[in-house]
């Protein structure tokens, strides 16, 4: 099965907010509500920024929201500052077979 | 918290066999939490999912990788581990072992990953 879509890069000043869409299928996002964000630093491991499409985990800025519409996922980054410039990535589950379905990822670059 | 650490060899001959550990710390293997995964990197692309065991033995892997692919527990050391057999090139990836917490369908520790080379 195909990755999860994501745009290859995103960017903005500080201070503005960018969204980042992820586009799967009805066999994965559009069927499943446990879609999860990732935000990865070069060198560093992926860190969970969102899961269940819309939750935050503790100690993440609530400058970051999730959403769902259909099978399209979205990252939200309002009030943008120089530290979310990073690499992100999505995920869905996918049931059994496929289990897990990572996108592409997105380049954010801060102006 | 949990913690977790990749060991491996860093660099594999082609046609022979990968083989990593991972370590866990703050919580432990025969939890029934967690599905103890292996995810890769290649380098400067994107993340793909390995596979997966239950502290049962139960296992799940990526059907583009089943055929080549094991994963094993052992609970007195607090570790799993992934072999993959008969590797070439496009093998080379950073290799993250993670706990995947089933209910919420996330990835919510990492080790800090391990560069795999693949090369004669």
């Known amino acids: 099965q195909s990755a999860l879509t994501q745009p290859a890069s995103v960017s903005g000043s500080p201070g503005q907010s960018i969204t980042i869409s992820c586009t799967g299928s009805t066999n994965d996002v559009g069927n499943y509500n446990l879609v999860s964000w990732y935000q990865q630093h070069p060198g560093k491991a992926p860190k969970v920024m969102i899961y269940?499409?819309?939750k935050r985990p503790s100690g993440v800025s609530d400058r970051f929201s999730g959403s769902k519409s259909g099978n399209t996922a979205s990252l939200t980054i309002s009030g943008l500052q120089a530290e979310d410039e990073a690499d992100y990535y999505c995920c869905s589950y996918a049931g059994s077979y496929s289990f897990s379905l990572f996108g592409g990822g997105t380049k954010v670059t801060v102006l | 918290q949990v913690q977790l650490q990749e060991s491996g060899p860093g660099l594999v001959r082609p046609s022979e066999t990968l083989s990593l550990t991972c370590t866990v710390s703050g919580g432990s293997v025969s939890s029934g939490t967690y599905y103890w995964s292996w995810i890769r990197q290649p380098p400067g692309q994107g993340l793909e999912w390995v596979g997966y065991l239950f502290y049962s033995g139960i296992t799940n892997y990526n059907p583009s990788l089943k055929s080549r692919v094991s994963m094993s527990v052992d609970t007195s050391k607090n570790q799993f581990s992934l072999k993959l057999n008969s590797v070439t090139a496009a093998d080379t990836a950073i290799y993250y072992c993670a706990s995947y917490h089933y209910v919420s369908g996330t990835y919510m520790f990492w080790g800090q990953g391990t560069l795999i080379t693949v090369s004669s």
């Open positions: 269940e499409v819309t």
